[in-house]
């Protein structure tokens, strides 16, 4: 399985002001791509340099193996389906009627009008005039025109913004089956963590321009480090106890942090604690949750 989208030392600048810096960006084909970073990260611009939206200061994309911004861009772009910021629409026409024209304009089959409403779940809609549509539905119908020709490849920026929990959960549950089901690579962006882990095989984490990881889901969570936290009534007394012992530990915010350890190990441990008078007060197992080391990653607050 190779990579579907390859960029190197991608930039982009505007002004003075470097918006991409040097993005070596990895797509492999046949998985969700989750492409996570804080609002105004660099994802969008990003995305729009792949479809050729935007012109790169410096660096390469290829698409398919080929270079995005040749020759064969046009060619390219029939197997490229996108929602790029807010889905655009002619409000005063129904959902069919819109698709009807963006299927008529790319010479697209017209039965794939009702296939791509089954899969969003708006039959129940199409006769709707878009301007009476929830934020939600104009999101569905701008996935549909995105799914029109079934593209080989999918970038959806923020696709879930608009959408009610129910919705949300929808659009996840849709996201995860294009690969399966239709084939489909799929780029995603969001700043919202919780949303790519539910979502992605993949995961590129950008801040301010620059990736700063890329690696899979299982990888990102490998990250999590595990500890088990002792609270005593003398941690000094205590650390000292577990030197003795070979079992090194530090200290934070109170408390003594061991290694993970089995748990015969642990309860030994206690018990010895205990038998040298030192109060025990908690036993805790913690571990570093995926938003700590997203902030670790990005070095910023930001919305997760």
Do not use: W
């Amino acid at each position: 399985m190779g990579n579907l989208i390859e960029t190197r030392n991608l930039c982009k600048k505007y002004g003075n002001i470097l918006r991409v810096k040097n993005l070596d960006m990895k797509v492999p084909e046949g998985t969700v791509y989750g492409f996570l970073g804080p609002n105004g990260a660099g994802k969008t611009t990003t995305m729009k340099m792949i479809l050729g939206l935007a012109k790169p200061t410096a660096g390469s994309i290829s698409v398919f193996g080929r270079p995005a911004n040749g020759k064969e861009r046009m060619e390219l772009l029939k197997h490229i389906g996108s929602l790029i910021e807010s889905p655009s629409y002619y409000g005063h026409l129904t959902g069919e009627e819109n698709l009807r024209i963006m299927q008529t304009l790319r010479g697209i089959p017209e039965k794939h009008i009702r296939e791509v409403l089954q899969i969003v779940r708006m039959e129940g809609q199409k006769d709707k005039k878009v301007s009476q549509y929830s934020m939600g539905m104009k999101q569905r119908l701008g996935l549909a025109c995105a799914l029109l020709g079934y593209p080989k490849l999918l970038l959806l920026d923020e696709p879930t913004n608009g959408l009610d929990p129910a919705g949300i959960q929808e659009m996840r549950e849709l996201i995860r089956a294009l690969p399966r089901e239709y084939g489909m690579t799929v780029l995603v962006s969001s700043h919202l963590l919780s949303e790519i882990d539910q979502m992605a095989d993949t995961v590129g984490i950008i801040c301010d321009g620059a990736l700063v990881f890329q690696d899979t889901l299982t990888n990102l969570h490998a990250r999590s480090q595990h500890n088990i936290a002792l609270r005593t009534s003398n941690n000094a007394m205590t650390a000292g106890f577990l030197q003795e012992k070979g079992i090194p530990c530090k200290t934070a915010d109170g408390y003594l942090l061991l290694p993970d350890l089995e748990d015969a190990l642990v309860a030994e441990l206690c018990q010895g604690i205990v038998r040298n008078h030192i109060g025990l007060f908690r036993v805790e197992k913690q571990e570093k949750s995926l938003e700590d080391i997203f902030l670790d990653l990005t070095g910023k607050a930001a919305s997760l």
